[in-house]
T-cell receptor, first 118, second 114 residues
Framework: GAVVSQHPSWVICKSGTSVKIECRSLDFQATTMFWYRQFPKQSLMLMATSNEGSKATYEQGVEKDKFLINHASLTLSTLTVTSAHPEDSSFYIC??????????????FGPGTRLTVL | AQSVAQPEDQVNVAEGNPLTVKCTYSVSGNPYLFWYVQYPNRGLQFLLKYITGDNLVKGSYGFEAEFNKSQTSFHLKKPSALVSDSALYFCAVREVPGFQKLVFGTGTRLLVSP
């Protein structure tokens, strides 16, 4: 149990276009999901915390108008990279926390989405 | 603010030998500590966590970690390494009970040679 999927697993787009990445909890409900960005050979940087039915909470330095997050259901959160530029190329990873679980329960991570902007 | 340090970029060990991947943390309150493993182009897989109780925590795939409050450390260990253990390992900490933000270390690449 506790499987998180991401779609697509990789995407290549032209500069200036928008890309949507989906994060789904397949066998559990997740009130809270998280979006991370990972640069090559670097750690994960939390971009935003996504809460079902409310606005996402963005980390300092993350442009909320560029990285649109929608958490419309207890099993789906989406990240839309708007007007993508080559510097947005990265590995994007989502995670989900089980609804009603203990506060210290682990997050379950998706397999990641590699975005390449040409 | 909480922080995590993984002082080694890479750890090399021969198959069958014991391995240790180091992690130290800094929090103002009580820590919740986690280890995750990442294989190439994949997301993170949970290995183990320390919340409270025994300082020695056992996790997946034969890994264990020892919580040392005085040294603020949470080193990952395995008695006998496998080639398939080769991957990127991340230590993470959460500080406040109920607060969900995880802070990750920079990661340590483990290379197990045959």
């Amino acid at each position: 149990g506790a499987v998180v999927s991401q779609h697509p697993s990789w995407v290549i787009c032209k500069s200036g276009t928008s890309v949507k990445i989906e994060c789904r909890s397949l066998d559990f409900q997740a009130t809270t999901m998280f979006w991370y960005r990972q640069f090559p050979k670097q750690s994960l940087m939390l971009m935003a915390t996504s809460n079902e039915g409310s606005k996402a909470t963005y980390e300092q330095g993350v442009e909320k108008d560029k990285f649109l997050i929608n958490h419309a259901s207890l099993t789906l959160s989406t990240l839309t990279v708007t007007s993508a530029h080559p510097e947005d190329s990265s590995f994007y990873i989502c995670s989900a926390k089980k609804t009603g679980g203990f506060p210290y329960n682990e997050q379950f991570f998706g397999p990641g989405t590699r975005l390449t902007v040409l | 603010a909480q922080s995590v340090a993984q002082p080694e970029d890479q750890v090399n060990v021969a198959e069958g030998n014991p391995l240790t991947v180091k992690c130290t943390y800094s929090v103002s309150g009580n820590p919740y500590l986690f280890w995750y493993v990442q294989y190439p182009n994949r997301g993170l897989q949970f290995l183990l966590k320390y919340i409270t109780g025994d300082n020695l925590v056992k996790g997946s795939y034969g890994f264990e970690a020892e919580f040392n409050k005085s040294q603020t450390s949470f080193h990952l260990k395995k008695p006998s390494a496998l080639v398939s253990d080769s991957a990127l390992y991340f230590c993470a900490v959460r500080e406040v009970p109920g607060f969900q933000k995880l802070v990750f270390g920079t990661g340590t690449r483990l290379l197990v040679s045959p």
